[in-house]
């Protein structure tokens, strides 16, 4: 299948990039999508989350692999890059959440689409608002951004209204997802088995939407 580059990443953290980069390559991995994933956070989160789970379980079957890539050397990002264009299915970055790296603007640069996952209140709002411009300074990639970790329980009229406000201001940008709402379910991810019912429910809507987004075909 064509080759697609897609990046996860904000300069706001704990909105759930790493969390929703690992489940959204076991739902690629289910729908028959070929995925591999780039760790290229220096915290290398979900990198060492897979080891942790292959040391626990080292007889499972490796649904997609993982590997981490140093930002700091741009000669050898230049190289890892070039091959990942020609890798046969879905490239899933997981990216550092700040803009400090300036080799992370050649990633931006190769990106095909940036899905950044956002939630409503105004640090992450505001935030969210300064890495889409920088974003865009270098990058022409497609913008999905997937609200997590919402609270369904916000039912006040000021803070429906500014949810439909942001809604509506991001998706002048880019496209926005349904809701994924706030579970434990959600933050226990895995690496190497398939999504429990309950994960599946919570996250179809939204990353249905993105696959149509990319427009992926098997």
């Known amino acids: ?37 780039i760790d290229a956070d220096l915290q290398a989160s979900l990198f060492r989350h ?13 649904p997609w692999n993982v590997e981490m890539l140093d930002t700091s050397d741009h ?3 230049v190289q890892v890059m070039g091959k990942l264009k020609e890798v046969p299915g879905i490239v899933l970055i997981d990216c550092p959440g ?3 790296d ?3 603007a050649y990633i931006y640069q190769s990106a095909d689409t940036a899905i950044i ?13 300064i890495f889409v411009k920088a974003l865009k300074s270098v990058s022409s990639a497609g913008l999905i951004f997937i609200p997590n970790r919402i609270n369904a329980a916000e039912r006040k009229a000021e803070e429906i209204r500014q949810r439909e406000q942001t809604i509506g201001y991001l998706g002048l940008v880019g496209t926005v997802t349904p809701m994924v709402r ?8 895995s690496t190497l088995y398939p999504l429990e019912k309950n ?12 696959i149509e987004e990319l427009d992926l075909k098997k």
Do not use: W
């Open 75 to 77: 000669k050898r990002l």
């Open 1 to 37: 299948m064509k080759n697609k580059i897609v990046i996860f990443s904000n300069i706001k953290g704990g909105v759930g990039k790493t969390t929703l980069c690992a489940l959204f390559a076991n739902h690629l991995i289910e729908h028959g999508f070929p995925s591999f994933v």
């Open 182 to 189: 706030q579970s434990v379910a959600i933050k226990r991810y």
């Open 98 to 100: 700040n803009l400090n």
């Open 117 to 129: 996952p956002i939630s409503f209140d105004a640090d992450t709002v505001d935030a969210t608002g």
């Open 102 to 104: 300036r080799n992370l």
């Open 199 to 210: 994960q599946t429910e919570l996250l179809e809507p939204a990353f249905n939407k993105i």
């Open 50 to 62: 897979r080891q942790r789970e292959k040391d626990a379980a080292p007889d499972a079957q490796i």
